[in-house]
């Protein structure tokens, strides 16, 4: 993220859950670097622990909690450690989620579903019951809640991933609405591919199974996008940093769609 950004969201109180890895630390550094105290919540203590020392390196003040989203009394109990420690919370980023495997809608079963929606449906809500309480209270605050464009379209193969997105884009309008008359906006993010070490892993698994050139996948998803490339963790930053800052001051209720144009 660009350096002048910093001190942008000054004094401002962010808790970011699945922010110990990935674009949820991303998004947790960005936050840090606009000034914010950061709490971030993860399932892996140690990755929670990495976190903090990449955090805390950033200069400002941070804790890093494990609780499970999944588990609305130890979100409870993480939101209520996180304010004890930095303050009232003035932000809630939810970026903690989980995909499936590929695999035709029939071959799914039940567990399939409870992996996805339990942490992405339920994670959210559980994160939302865990921290706008007290941003109502206090008459303000922000929340942002990651997406993604499955959640805009049919995707053979991630039938019950997809719907899961598509799940949380009416929890998000339907939320914004019920926090509206007490100042509180509520958002959501809808990145594309992500470009990352993830993305890469499955792309070169992709080319090794289909006996092709490693760079073969990559050219073929950049090609469906209007722009012609992937999009990157600072891409959602920026988006992220618009919401909270005074661009979004009159935006609620909406999907931001970040994804080099594929779904136009």
């Known amino acids: 993220m660009e350096r002048a950004l910093t001190g942008a969201l ?35 203590p140690q990755a929670g622990a990495l976190a903090f020392d990449h955090l805390q390196a950033r200069g400002g003040p941070v804790c890093a909690l494990s609780a499970d989203v999944t588990d609305e009394q130890a979100m409870k109990a993480a939101a209520a450690e996180a304010e004890a420690r930095l303050g009232p919370l003035d932000i809630t980023v939810c970026a903690a989620g989980v995909s499936s495997p590929r695999a035709p809608i029939w071959t799914n079963s039940a567990d399939t579903y409870r992996h996805c929606f339990d942490t992405n449906v339920l994670g959210v809500l559980n994160s939302l019951t865990a921290t706008l309480p007290g941003m109502v209270a206090r008459g303000g605050g922000k929340v942002i809640v990651i997406g993604g464009t499955y959640g805009h379209k049919g995707v053979a193969g991630f039938s019950v991933y997809a719907a899961s997105k598509w799940a949380l884009r009416g929890l998000v309008r339907s939320a914004a609405l019920d926090a509206a ?31 092709e050139p490693e760079d073969a996948p990559l050219k073929r998803f950049t090609a469906g996008t209007a722009l012609g490339r992937l999009v990157g963790e600072d891409d959602v930053a920026a988006a992220m940093l618009h919401l909270l800052g005074p661009g979004g001051r009159m935006m609620t209720g909406q999907d931001i769609v970040v994804d080099a144009g594929m779904v136009v």
Not at 15 to 44: P, S
Not at 181 to 205: A, C, K, W, Y
């Open 181 to 211: 008359p007490h100042g509180v906006t509520v958002n959501m993010i809808s990145p594309g591919g992500v470009d990352g070490e993830r993305l890469r892993r499955l792309f070169r698994q992709s080319a090794a199974a289909n006996g």
């Open 10 to 44: 000054a004094g401002k109180v962010a808790l970011v859950t699945g922010g110990t890895r990935g674009l949820g630390l991303m998004l947790a550094r960005t936050l840090a670097d606009a000034g914010c105290a950061v709490a971030v919540i993860g399932r892996d």
